[in-house]
């Protein structure tokens, strides 16, 4: 039946009614298991929550085999809805685990750059494998990937007096690094201490090497568990609801544009110019533009722009100096790099990680304001303060609710590696904490919805221009 069709039959015109909808076929993208735990019969070790001494799961409290999440959480009725639904497993602590914990020796390791979070995912981690499963061995991994084939001083044993105050530091206790991914080397090392579950923290780069170093586990035959907790500050991992850190990030961001919004109504035509974190997405941007609301023009990676001639930045801005006496402009670090002067040598420049090296937008937009005003208006008095909070907003410990969610993920990870799953990344999908192939995750970004509605409400606040040449 057509589902927008106008209800027929007769009784109260406003009273609801009920519609029947036939949803298409489900595709589950399931997680890779053990070769263990694909058994037959598999193993079912009772999970020890069970015998726990003063917590009792009631009868909800295990995840059942057959409990999925859907990708897509709403349809336009009046349209058709993708065919076929992708659906997830759901995560969280299954009755039978497939991996003994008394047999277990884990090593968590950070990857890459600093954010909010890190230590409390790393607390939770070592919490949740000691506490909720008894697992004794849990080792920290220094200096990121290449820590693995390090020395015994990069190989640290961690127990909970250790880590208690974690939580409440910004960065990480184990220390981290680019680069250094060295397949053979990291999955020997990793034979050779006898590590049977691998948890690495990182961002996209991070994702990447965690589906190698599965799929050399998966060559070898190895009986090794690895899964991926996303971390990454710009929030520009795909699939998942957000990365950790992201809200911490846009709370330090928002106190930037306080800061500059002052700065600038304290001078005669000013112009308060922020630089926030995000190489290819502007999230942050967005979110802490629309928390503030003292933003005139917000530029992120997504929507290009350009400075000369109509409805260009310059233009926008003396209008907005004009009528308020100071205007506020927040960019995103990947923004407007096609306009900004390289060298052929600067095309090239890569990071470890393997980045395409970005020039500071900052700086760069700050001189070029500077310049057009004084070229322009040289009889007018002018001031541009320009404010990069990339490294304190990096550096802080999580807020709250960071906190909670950095918790989420940790068990959600340990949940996942005792029912014998490996290769997986585990995050919320429209509020549903999921199990989410690594492979997936390692490709699938995140860029802003330039047609959502987020970005009109940004527009709608700022009254920017679209930056679309006539």
């Known amino acids: ?104 020796r884990a090593a968590l390791v ?51 007096a250790a880590v ?42 991070t994702m990447r090497g965690a589906v190698a170093i599965f799929q050399e586990f998966k060559r070898r035959g190895l009986n090794i568990s690895i899964t991926g907790i996303p971390k990454t500050v710009d929030n520009d991992i795909g699939i998942i609801d957000r990365s950790f850190g992201f809200q911490t990030a846009v709370e ?32 942050i941007a967005l979110h802490a533009t629309l928390s503030s609301r003292d933003v005139d023009c917000c530029l992120i990676p997504e929507v290009d722009f350009y400075l000369e001639g109509k ?27 096609e306009l900004i002067p390289r060298t052929d040598d600067q095309k090239r420049e890569q990071d470890e990680s393997g980045n395409i090296v970005f020039l500071d937008v900052g700086p760069w937009l700050k001189s070029e304001i500077g310049r057009w005003w004084k070229r322009e208006h040289p009889d007018e008095l002018f001031t541009v303060k320009y404010i990069d909070p990339t490294y304190m907003i990096r550096a802080v410990p999580a807020n709250a609710t960071d ?6 993920l940790a068990h959600s990870a340990i949940h996942g590696v005792m029912a014998g799953f490996t290769g997986f990344v585990p995050g919320p999908i429209n509020g549903t904490y999921s199990y989410i192939p690594l492979e997936d995750v390692a490709v699938a970004k995140n860029p802003v919805d330039v047609n959502d509605h987020k970005w009109a409400w940004v527009r709608s606040v700022t009254n920017q221009p679209d930056f679309v040449k006539s």
């Not at 906190?403 to 989420?408: I, K, V």
């Open 1 to 104: 039946m057509d589902p927008t069709a106008p209800s027929s039959g007769g009784g109260d015109a406003t009273a609801p009614t009920n519609t029947t909808v036939t949803l298409p076929p489900l595709t589950l993208r399931d997680v890779p298991r053990l070769p263990a735990a694909l058994a037959s019969p598999p193993p079912a070790v009772p999970n020890p929550i069970s015998r726990h001494p003063y917590y009792h799961p009631p009868s909800t409290f295990y995840i059942s085999p057959g409990d999925i999440s859907l990708r897509h959480a709403f349809f336009d009725l009046a349209s058709a809805a993708p065919s076929p639904l992708v659906a997830y497993r759901r995560a969280g602590p299954r009755r039978d685990l497939a991996v003994d914990p008394a047999c277990a």
């Open 110 to 160: 950070t990857c890459g750059g600093l954010c909010p979070g890190l230590n409390t995912v790393l607390r939770e981690l070592v919490v949740g494998l000691q506490e909720l499963y008894g697992v004794r061995d849990v080792f920290g991994v220094a200096a990121g990937y290449r820590g693995f084939y390090g020395g015994d001083e990069d190989h640290v044993r961690l127990h909970l």
């Open 164 to 205: 208690d105050d974690w939580h409440k530091k910004g960065g990480t206790v184990l220390k981290t690094t680019r680069g250094g991914f060295d397949l053979a080397k990291i999955v020997d090392g990793i034979v050779a201490r006898g590590y049977t579950q691998i948890y690495a923290i990182g961002g996209d780069g």
């Open 252 to 283: 330090i961001a928002q106190q930037a544009i306080d800061a500059a919004h002052v700065e600038a109504v304290s001078a005669v035509n000013g112009v308060g110019l922020v630089k926030l974190m995000g190489r290819s997405t502007g999230h």
């Open 311 to 337: 409805g260009g930045l310059f233009e926008f801005l003396y209008e907005r100096i004009k009528k308020k006496g100071h205007a506020v402009v927040v960019v995103a670090e990947g923004a407007g790099q």
């Open 403 to 408: 906190n909670l969610y950095c918790t989420l």
